[in-house]
């Protein structure tokens, strides 16, 4: 999608809290620290968008994007990361676990989740996993991102989209997109995806 303009939009911490403009949104899911903002910055090519920060835990609301393109008009919307140990744990994750679920479950223009998951790892964690049942459940598409692609050699890039494949059970062949906010490495694969479901919501809502 080639960008018109980007505005800062909607932030809240409060649960049901919706944007009130009624376009598609696009979220982004993923452990503290995994690369959700600097994939936002990365995507629209804007540096200093969405905050990145080194510690875990920057981003504590929920921030929407608005992105006007000429496919579509949407949002991006950067969400708190979970796993974030310094806060105290139970307020935590009372607070995290309903702004979220709340957001999965009954946001009426969220068209897709991009699920964030460190392709360093040996394959989701037990946060993550939590994270993509609750998306199983609210039926909200996902997208699957491999993060900091630019930390493995090309081969063991290769090895890892294997094993998180074969671990997040993909139907058909499908495969989860390896990306780096450094190199850009996945950025038309990832917009290629994205476009393609923007263009249908469009035609959708046209009809
Ligand atoms: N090498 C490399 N580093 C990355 C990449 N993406 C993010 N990082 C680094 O990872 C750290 C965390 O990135 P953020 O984008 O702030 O992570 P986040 O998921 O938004 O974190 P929270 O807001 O705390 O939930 C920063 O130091 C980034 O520079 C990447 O593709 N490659
Ligand atoms: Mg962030």
């Not at 690369?35 to 090519?45: A, F, P, V, Y």
């Not at 310094?86 to 607070?95: D, G, L, Y």
Request: a positive charge.
């Amino acid at each position: 999608m080639k960008i018109q303009d980007i505005t800062v939009g909607h932030t809240t911490t409060r649960p049901g809290d919706f944007p009130d403009e009624a376009i598609p949104e696009i979220a982004f899911l993923g452990r503290s620290n995994v690369g959700k903002s600097s994939l936002i910055n990365s995507l629209t090519q804007r540096r200093k968008l969405a905050r990145t920060s080194k510690s875990p835990g920057r981003t504590q609301a929920i921030r929407c994007f608005r992105i006007a393109g000429d496919v579509a008009t949407c949002f991006f919307v950067d969400l708190p990361g979970y796993g974030y140990a310094k806060v105290s744990r139970q307020i935590r994750e009372q607070q995290w676990g309903r702004l979220i679920a709340t957001y999965l479950q009954d946001s009426p223009n969220l068209l897709v989740g991009i699920q964030l998951l460190d392709i360093r790892r040996d394959g989701p964690t037990k946060l993550d996993w939590q994270m993509i049942e609750w998306s199983r459940a609210s039926e909200v598409p996902t997208i699957y991102v491999l993060t900091k692609s630019d930390k493995l050699s090309r081969n063991r890039r290769a090895q890892a989209v294997q094993k998180f494949a074969r671990a997040l059970e993909l139907p058909g062949g499908e495969k989860p997109i390896p990306y780096s906010a450094v190199t850009g490495d996945g950025r038309a694969e990832l917009w290629a995806a994205l476009d393609d479901l923007l263009q249908h919501a469009t035609e959708t809502s046209a009809a």
